[in-house]
């Protein structure tokens, strides 16, 4: 089993949907969970970061976790064209000073 | 957001010879910094933490000798490939922990360096 679990994609909505991406982890003593953003040859740029189970709130972007189930989603309410990309789940798991990364989930929004 | 910068943001070089990349956080002082590489359409992989001050730890398959990393001081971190070949040629990426937002941590990536070995 890998330790942060992303479904590839890609996800395709369409432009003002709703997109939900979803990542599971392994270790329950996880504390941080962050969700990055990467565009094609770039670098990932921090999205959202949460530490509290429930939901975390930031302008489209809603990001919810549930430590029972290991479970961390991302929502982007009114999607646009310039949101596609690949979201990254990474997880801070107890003990370790490094991210453990998913293999990413790529998002497409059509106009 | 905290910022990170990276030099140079691209680099060509012939095979055999070595390429300093530098890692720099710009408004916060990064105890910890990490060095990742990415081949085109592959997942980021951890190279090694680099800790201010103290040696990095290298991630299992990766060659701390042609790897070099130094984390002289809060701010800089520098990674140097040594006598780098074609397969060395990669999209390598530092970021920084910044301990200080919620009293948790936070890595922010640097713009990354992208690597041609001839």
């Known amino acids: 089993q890998k330790e942060v679990e992303q479904n590839s994609g890609p996800l395709s909505v369409p432009e003002g949907a709703i997109a939900s991406l979803n990542c599971t982890y392994s270790?329950?003593?996880?504390?941080?969970f962050f969700w990055y953003r990467q565009y094609s040859g770039k670098s990932p740029e921090l999205i959202m970061s949460?530490?509290?189970?429930g939901d975390k709130e930031d302008g489209r972007f809603t990001a919810q976790l549930n430590k029972a189930s290991q479970y961390v989603s991302l929502l982007i309410r009114d999607s646009q064209p310039s949101d596609s990309a690949t979201y990254l789940c990474a997880v801070n798991m107890w003990g370790f000073q490094k991210l453990v990364f998913g293999t990413g989930t790529r998002l497409l929004v059509s106009p | 957001g905290a910022v990170v910068s990276q030099h140079p943001s691209r680099v060509i070089c012939k095979s055999g010879t070595s390429v300093k990349i530098e890692c720099r956080s710009l408004?916060?002082?990064?105890?910890?910094m990490f060095w990742y590489r990415q081949f085109p359409k592959q997942s980021l992989m951890l190279m090694a933490t680099s800790n201010e001050g103290s040696k990095a730890t290298y991630e299992q398959g990766v060659e701390k000798d042609k790897f070099l990393i130094n984390h002289a001081s809060l701010t800089l971190s520098t990674l140097t490939v040594t006598s780098a070949h074609p397969e060395d040629s990669s999209f390598y990426i530092c970021?920084?922990?910044?301990?200080?937002?919620?009293?948790?941590?936070?890595?922010?990536f640097g713009p990354g360096t992208r690597l041609t070995v001839l």
């Open positions: 270790d329950r003593g996880s504390q941080s």
């Open positions: 408004d916060f002082q990064a105890t910890t």
């Open positions: 949460i530490y509290s189970n």
């Open positions: 970021s920084a922990r910044d301990r200080t937002q919620e009293g948790t941590d936070t890595q922010y």
